[in-house]
Every structure is written in structure tokens, then in C-alpha cells.
């Protein structure tokens, strides 16, 4: 069984920087792309960074130039570097991968993790 497992939210002040993770776990023949999403109270859920296995990249416009996505195929993990962090980028965070398993291939997300930015 897949599970993809976030961490690394938390508060931090605007202007900060934070680090999150996201840890794939279980039989996994391929990770296909991976990415991150978020969603804040009362918006639905956004794209905000993705990577493919051939690390093509894509940004949400209101992140390019302070977030970078990369990925550790040997740990399936993928990262997600915040930095220059903003009041509109309080969410939570939430993984999501293209993953080709013993189960065939499958589509997960992750729980999330709570990011907080404040004045």
C-alpha cells in the first residue's frame, strides 16, 4: 500500500523560509510526477509546484522566483524549498504523485501540513 507523507510546515513570519517534504512509502516501481498543491479556507485547492521524472518543472505564477520543487528519486521524496514566504501563501500543503506500483498505477495524495505565514 502507497502512502505519500508530508512535513517540514509550521508558522514562520513573512519573509521566512521553510522546508517541506513529501516521502513516498510502500512497493513503488516509479514515481511518475510529483508536486505539491495547496489549499487555503474557503479557496480551492491550487497547483503550486510540479516535477516530472525527467524534472520538467512547473510553477504557479504567484510562486516562480521564491519556490523551488526537487526530488530524490534512490528516497522517493520530493522537496519543496520556500523561501521570500508571504501572508497569501498560508495553507495547507499537500503532495500529490503519479505513482506506478505493485498496484498498477495510481494517482495519491498526501494528508497535508499546515503552512502559517503572519505579519
Known amino acids: 500500500q502507497v502512502q505519500l507523507v508530508e512535513s517540514g510546515g509550521g508558522l514562520v513570519q513573512a519573509g521566512g523560509s521553510l522546508r517541506l517534504s513529501c516521502t513516498a512509502s510502500?512497493?513503488?516501481?516509479?514515481?511518475?510526477?510529483i508536486g505539491w498543491y495547496r489549499q487555503a479556507p474557503g479557496n480551492e485547492r491550487e497547483l503550486v509546484a510540479t516535477?516530472?521524472?525527467?524534472?520538467?518543472?512547473n510553477y504557479a505564477d504567484s510562486v516562480k522566483g521564491r519556490f523551488t520543487i526537487s526530488r530524490d528519486n534512490a528516497k522517493n521524496t520530493a522537496f519543496l524549498q520556500m523561501n521570500s514566504l508571504k501572508l497569501e501563501d498560508t495553507a495547507v500543503y499537500y503532495c500529490?504523485?503519479?505513482?506506478?506500483?505493485?498496484?498498477?498505477?495510481?494517482?495519491?495524495w498526501g494528508r497535508g501540513t499546515q503552512v502559517t505565514v503572519s505579519s
Open positions: 516535477i516530472t521524472s525527467s524534472r520538467n518543472i
Open positions: 510502500g512497493t513503488i516501481y516509479r514515481i511518475n510526477a
Open positions: 500529490n504523485a503519479d505513482i506506478i506500483s505493485i498496484g498498477g498505477r495510481t494517482n495519491y
